[in-house]
């Protein structure tokens, strides 16, 4: 699987947009973006995925760039209950394993 | 919603001891996993299973082994517990060739 490269943190303040960036560099076009995040002492969490085009669902909008190498999570409205760690992760459409890197920790201050 | 729990939130055993980590899901997966998260080192996984009585090492399986004998369940052992398998261990499950994994709340087990 390719490899991910995130900053190690990243500050944000309530009700405005958190944009957390996502790497991936040597992708292969049969590898997925996935993001989960994870909640001090809780199991991580999925979030969204994509493959070329952009997604969006209730929790968050996911923008893949044409190369594909590189996407960006948006969170619309941070709230502070999304502060975590989020995890940015390259699957193969193939198998179900995924690899976790150190991810960004997102702060989000009142 | 999909629910994976975990026998216990805190575990406190002694070095050698055996012991037995409990993941049960209720949404019929096929894949469950098991991983390790320790700071600095992020989650790791440890083994996975595809099916019943089917099973995968992965990137750190030395010192465990697992037993998928149902759908719902998948167990890790320890055979003889050191101190550096004190950690926090997090079970999950996901339909077949999907990434989308659902995670338990995690045991902390502390080998003394």
């Known amino acids: 699987d390719a490899k991910t490269t995130q900053p190690t943190s990243m500050d944000c303040a309530e009700g405005r947009a958190a944009n957390l960036p996502c790497n991936h560099s040597?992708?292969?076009?049969?590898?997925?973006v996935y993001w989960y995040r994870q909640i001090h002492s809780q199991g991580p969490q999925y979030i969204i995925h994509?493959?070329?085009n952009n997604e969006t669902n209730e929790m968050a909008s996911l923008i893949i760039t044409e190369d594909r190498k590189s996407s960006t999570l948006i969170l619309p409205h941070a709230t502070l209950r999304d502060t975590a760690v989020y995890y940015c992760?390259?699957?193969?459409?193939?198998?179900?394993?995924?690899?976790f890197g150190e991810g960004t920790q997102l702060t989000v201050n009142p | 919603d999909v629910k994976v729990t975990q026998s216990s939130r805190y575990l406190v055993k002694r070095t050698g001891e055996k012991v037995f980590l409990e993941c049960v899901q209720d949404?019929?997966?096929?894949?469950m996993f098991w991983y390790r998260q320790d700071p600095g080192l992020g989650l790791r996984l440890i083994y996975f299973?595809?099916?019943?009585?089917?099973?995968e090492k992965g990137d750190i399986p030395e010192g465990y082994s697992v037993s998928r004998e149902k759908k719902e369940r998948f167990s890790l052992i320890l055979e003889s517990a050191s101190t550096n398998q004190t950690s926090m261990y997090l079970c999950?499950?996901?339909?077949f060739g999907d990434g989308e994994q659902y995670f338990g709340p995690g045991t902390r087990l502390t080998v003394t």
């Open positions: 040597t992708i292969s076009g049969n590898e997925y």
């Open positions: 992760i390259v699957r193969e459409t193939s198998g179900s394993r995924l690899t």
């Open positions: 994509g493959l070329k």
């Open positions: 299973s595809y099916d019943v009585k089917m099973k």
């Open positions: 999950a499950s996901s339909l």
């Open positions: 949404m019929d997966h096929e894949n």
